[in-house]
């Protein structure tokens, strides 16, 4: 076809994604935005999730925050129109509340085996039999026991234990909060950082679950990040020395309450960072309930094709068609149908050259070409989310002579 522009073809399909094993899940700052999580994620997580989570004060700024988020969104807080008390958590999940056990296990992380000890009690009585997913926080020793060597038989090889012991539940992983305003010195401020690294690399390295509490106390709202801070949120020119401000009562001061963030307990700390660590924890929720089983395939997607036990980690090909179930995942294909693959479906009658094929809604599709197929220099052209129809891609600037034309499909970031 010459659409105005000289000979072009449209050629192969790409899977702009990585394998299809489960990846580190690691919880931020920047993940601190609720206003992005969609009434769909926020149902799902309710609707699989049950929670149990062990801490002391420190731990709880994160369910004081969940607990004031609420009445926030409630009020359409950060301009969230949301139905009322979506939000809404409890022990049990009673009238459509996310199931979380506060304070269900005695103690926090900091202390071992006394921990491990209750977790294991606790999943080995009938009773929490449905519990799939367990959390501990720091309240202090996290960089006690980095200093002391022990972090990793006291905290790190315990937690892998307890995967293996029930691999039906997810172990969220937590740095430890940052050093009391009293302890600001060199010594602690760098063990606690170091201490932190060490679990983020563990969790890099190993596929953990991991809520970074500690880098959420460095970065107010805006994302301004304060190298050295307290968990009250003071932070300092230097890792010693007197307070240059707090960044949550400053931020709260030149904003307005009830409508970009919200009073609630905080303790050791300010009602800030109580909301961001909320923020964080209903992220963490959603991402877990799209993949509770950690495969890396999302569950919905699973469940709509037989079940998340049918498709071992997308490494199989269950219709025995030559694509895997991982690349099946990434098109949106139906795994137990050897029937026709995604490909481009024509080309359009235009003056620029443009690619026609049928889209998913939760897909990301670019355009892709080459000039010299022998060398296979592919470059990227453009690209747009998926519609769930039929559309097209273009290439406004194509040239003259011969250029192949591919499709790359890949997941949402």
Not at 271 to 284: E, G, R, V
Request: proline letters at 4%; hydrophobic letters at 40%.
């Amino acid at each position: 076809m010459k659409n105005g522009i000289g000979p072009w073809c449209a050629a192969a399909v790409f899977l702009a994604a990585g394998a299809g094993w489960a990846a580190p899940l690691l919880i931020d700052h920047r993940h601190a935005d609720v206003t992005q999580l969609s009434q769909a994620q926020i149902e799902r997580a309710k609707s699989k999730l049950h929670i149990a989570y062990g801490h002391t004060s420190h731990g709880s700024q994160l369910t004081d925050g969940m607990s004031g988020l609420v009445g926030f969104a409630n009020g359409g807080g950060l301009g969230l129109a949301l139905p009322e008390n979506i939000f809404a958590w409890n022990n049990g999940g009673s009238g459509g509340a996310l199931d979380l056990h506060d304070y269900a296990m005695g103690g926090d992380v900091g202390y071992y085996p006394q921990w491990y000890n209750n977790t294991v009690t606790y999943l080995n009585d009938p009773s929490h039999a449905d519990v799939n997913v367990i959390m501990w926080s720091w309240c202090g020793q996290m960089d006690n026991e980095y200093a002391d060597g022990t972090l990793s038989n006291y905290y790190l090889l315990p937690m892998t234990s307890l995967e293996t012991s029930y691999p039906d539940v997810v172990f969220i992983y937590m740095t430890g909060h940052a050093p009391d305003p009293g302890e600001m010195n060199p010594n602690i401020d760098r063990t606690t950082k170091e201490a932190c690294q060490c679990i983020r690399d563990y969790c890099m390295a190993n596929n953990k679950v991991l809520f970074d509490f500690n880098d959420i106390e460095h970065y107010n709202p805006d994302d301004t990040f304060f190298e050295y801070v307290s968990d009250s949120c003071n932070y300092y020119a230097t890792n010693d020395g007197a307070a240059a401000g707090n960044w949550a009562t400053e931020w709260q001061a030149a904003h307005t309450e009830g409508v970009d963030w919200y009073d609630c307990g905080s303790a050791h700390s300010e009602p800030l960072n109580a909301n961001q660590k909320a923020y964080a924890a209903w992220a963490l929720w959603c991402a877990l309930a799209a993949d509770l089983d950690r495969d890396g395939l999302a569950d919905e997607w699973e469940e709509r094709h037989g079940g998340a036990g049918r498709f071992g980690g997308g490494t199989n090909d269950f219709d025995h068609d030559g694509v895997t179930d991982w690349e099946e995942f990434v098109m949106d294909l139906a795994p137990t149908n050897p029937g026709p693959r995604f490909a481009i479906g024509g080309q359009a009658a235009t003056n620029a050259a443009t690619v026609e094929f049928a889209s998913s809604a939760d897909r990301v599709y670019s355009l892709r070409a080459c000039d010299d197929l022998a060398r296979g220099a592919w470059i990227s052209i453009t690209s747009r989310p998926g519609t769930g129809a039929a559309m097209s891609l273009t290439d406004e600037a194509a040239p003259a002579d011969s250029r192949a034309y591919g499709v790359a499909v890949s997941l949402p970031e």
